[in-house]
């Protein structure tokens, strides 16, 4: 029976008294149902993502970290997923780019299909960019494009001419400096064309693009029954993050789940997970992961505080300004160490001496050091650096891995 929105508690006996373990018991479960627990070696980056979620990618080394963790996949397997088109990076939930699975190419493009609308309306009110004028852009575009040999934004802007308008100062102030972006953004969005990267790998930003023809439907039930499966149990206000939706869309989108509250919070989840987490321990033994900050353990609900042991919320932030702590933090400013969803350690890659640096908050025991060898291997070997984003760079994250050196030995 659906309910509206925010269910009462209608699921089975999830023993609703005060429970000092809840905390970490929730923890070992969101760590369960991302794949974390080392049951799922050699499942394809397709598999992964649709029972998973989909990963934020940024030009970073995210993507490839989360799905080494889970599957043990290495970076030709992911490279070969993407030129097969099994996953691929598409703008979808509030218009920011994921890597998703084919399976979900068309409800992604609808979940991310009003920020490009948004972005043009910006324009038309602060440099005069009118609806009309996109619209002929993106025609000159998609007649200019094959699908399956990539131009790169300068050969765009050279095949349609004239119909590119430069936006000058303005433009420049706000981000734009032509109208060309506006229009591939809109294309994408209506899956009419598709970014190819370059060098084929996820951790970069330069791309071409080819034509496409992908359709693009997907309601906000079916985006909300999708992040429940993923990421229950959830709140309505983590499902709005990462939805992007309004309260009231939210609330609408809930109304045809059959969801049920974990008791004493304000979590929900699907009844028959309900039912599977009633039975749920968490792991006697550790499980580490090596993750980005950017990994679905943490981004899809947003929330960090829900992943960090009340010892570690007092921990400085490598290299932050004197004061700052991890418990008050929004997102991890490092690469984490995941123990049963329980964020153990921060990290990061040395270019220089070609090692992984860590500051941790538990023993280095030997499962620890074989994951921190394992990831370590996996970036140097096949990946060469672990951004966290397109700008990071070895010299910009070097006051981080003082920090954590010195904190290390301190």
């Not at 190819?196 to 359709?215: A, H």
């Not at 033994?285 to 090596?290: I, V």
């Not at 008050?328 to 490092?334: F, H, I, K, N, R």
């Not at 070997?381 to 981080?400: E, V, Y």
Request: hydrophobic share 45%.
């Amino acid at each position: 029976m659906a309910n509206s929105g925010i269910p009462a508690d209608t699921g089975p006996d999830l023993d609703p008294g005060p429970d000092p373990a809840l905390p970490g018991r929730l923890r070992a479960w969101w760590a369960h149902r991302q794949w974390l627990d080392g049951a799922h070696e050699g499942a394809s980056a397709a598999e992964v993502l649709a029972a998973t979620g989909w990963a934020r990618s940024v030009g970073g080394a995210a993507p490839y970290l989360g799905l080494f963790a889970r599957a043990g996949l290495d970076r030709a397997a992911v490279d070969a997923a993407v030129a097969a088109l099994e996953v691929h990076e598409l703008p979808s939930a509030r218009g920011c780019t994921y890597v998703l699975p084919a399976a979900d190419y068309a409800l992604g493009l609808a979940a991310g299909a009003a920020a490009p609308e948004a972005d043009i309306a910006s324009a038309a009110k602060h440099l005069g960019v009118t609806q009309d004028e996109v619209e002929k852009l993106c025609l000159a575009v998609t007649d200019s494009l094959s699908p399956d040999r990539p131009l790169d934004p300068p050969a765009i802007r050279e095949a349609v001419g004239d119909a590119v308008r430069g936006l000058g100062e303005a433009g420049r102030k706000r981000g734009l400096s032509t109208t060309l972006p506006l229009a591939l953004g809109l294309l994408q969005s209506r899956g009419r064309i598709r970014r190819v990267p370059s060098n084929g790998r996820l951790d970069q930003q330069r791309y071409g693009y080819v034509g496409w023809d992908q359709p693009v439907k997907g309601s906000a039930a079916e985006l909300a029954e999708r992040y429940f499966s993923w990421a229950a149990p959830a709140s309505v206000k983590h499902f709005r993050w990462f939805s992007g939706f309004t309260a009231a869309t939210a609330k609408a989108a809930l109304g045809p789940l059959e969801l049920t509250a974990l008791p004493g919070t304000d979590l929900l989840m699907p009844v028959e997970l309900a039912e599977e987490f009633a039975r749920f321990r968490p792991p006697a033994e550790p499980r580490y992961a090596l993750l980005a900050g950017i990994d679905g353990i943490h981004l899809l609900h947003r929330d960090l505080p829900r992943l960090i042991d009340p010892a570690d919320a007092q921990r400085p932030v490598p290299a932050a300004r004197e004061g700052r702590v991890f418990g008050t933090e929004a997102d991890p400013q490092t690469h984490i160490v995941v123990d049963r969803g329980r964020i153990v350690g921060f990290w990061e890659y040395d270019t220089e001496r070609q090692e992984i640096v860590h500051q941790l908050f538990v023993p280095f025991d030997d499962a620890l050091r074989e994951a921190v060898r394992r990831t370590e291997e996996f970036v140097r070997d096949q990946l060469g650096d672990a951004r966290g984003f397109s700008l990071d760079s070895p010299k910009s994250r070097a006051p981080k891995i003082a920090a954590m050196r010195a904190a290390a030995t301190s």
